[in-house]
């Protein structure tokens, strides 16, 4: 009789997102308040399990400790890309095809992007609202390690180049850092000062609004993918609105599960199944892989809600104004309802 009353006291108190177990359903409450569960988390397409990360979920599913039946479905029809289960091995061999991309798939793009130069930059809003930067830099300061932007790349969702220079930086190079970048002196000579290069990507990303003026996701102004894109900005010299940013490096589905960044070419063979970033460098590349990243993150379908983040006027009070005795009322599925995502989740670009 205690122990069935154990167990069921033991289930009421169980999370309904990540099964986590607690011996009082006060110790259920807190772990809702500050888990920010949501459906936008990545969630086990077996035994639905919410976690944190990507990373998280595919260490549930084939890392040291995996449960043992999610294990198993999952190798049988599993994707290792997307994390995705499909219906059969027949429906798992046609995703993957899909799924696996190729940095060959830039054909003859990815073979101009490595030529030459593209600096004049146009309004033009028939590339569609996202664009994605990236940089290589060269070294500045007595010990080169000072980081100066001397190429940069911009392009648009279908992966074509927008605009595309060798830039000159303020400050003298003391190493060019060649066997990575290979970036010589001469290519920086007669190249656009960092100045005007600054003006024209800031133009182009406002599209008609002023910086400080840009408020929200429903304007002109388009929005920025890129990887460690707050390094970027600052050797652009550059400000643009936190809103409008899709930073791979920061976006929580895609960290580590230590809560740090993962690095871009980690992402891309983890991710996209490729390998990038091999001898030297192309910031079309980067700029290519990061897009895809993003778009692949922007597909997912997740349940439409009309105040999807936490932060939402609407919804700063589901769990701080409610009593604390009400909540405890509270079945773990209900909690689970109420409860919203604490990160802005790029699907919601798609709606």
Partial sequence: MDNRYESSENQRNKCAACYRQFNKMEHLVEHMRISYHSKHEPICGICQKHCRSFESLREHLIGPLPKAECERVFKERGCDLCLTILSSRYALQAHRERCQLSRGNNGILYRMANLGIQDELRIDNSRGKVVSLACKMVGGGSDGSLDLCARVCLIDEHERIIFQTYVKPHLSVTNYRYETTGIRQEFLRDAMPLRQVQRKIQDYLCNGEPVRQ???????????????LDHDLKCLEL??????????????????????SNSLKYLTKAYLGY????????????CVATMRLYKRMRSQTHKVEECPLASDPQNRNNFSSRR???????TPEKMLEISRSDYYCWCIDSK
């Fill in 239 to 260: 400000e643009y609105p936190e809103i409008l940013i899709r930073d791979s490096a920061k976006y929580p589905p895609l960290m580590k599960t230590s809560k740090l």
């Fill in 324 to 330: 604390q005795s009400e909540l405890e009322r509270m």
């Fill in 275 to 286: 390998d990038i970033q091999t001898g030297i460098q192309d910031p079309y590349e980067d």
């Fill in 214 to 228: 840009i408020r929200s996701r429903g304007g002109k102004a388009r929005i920025l993918v890129g990887h460690g």
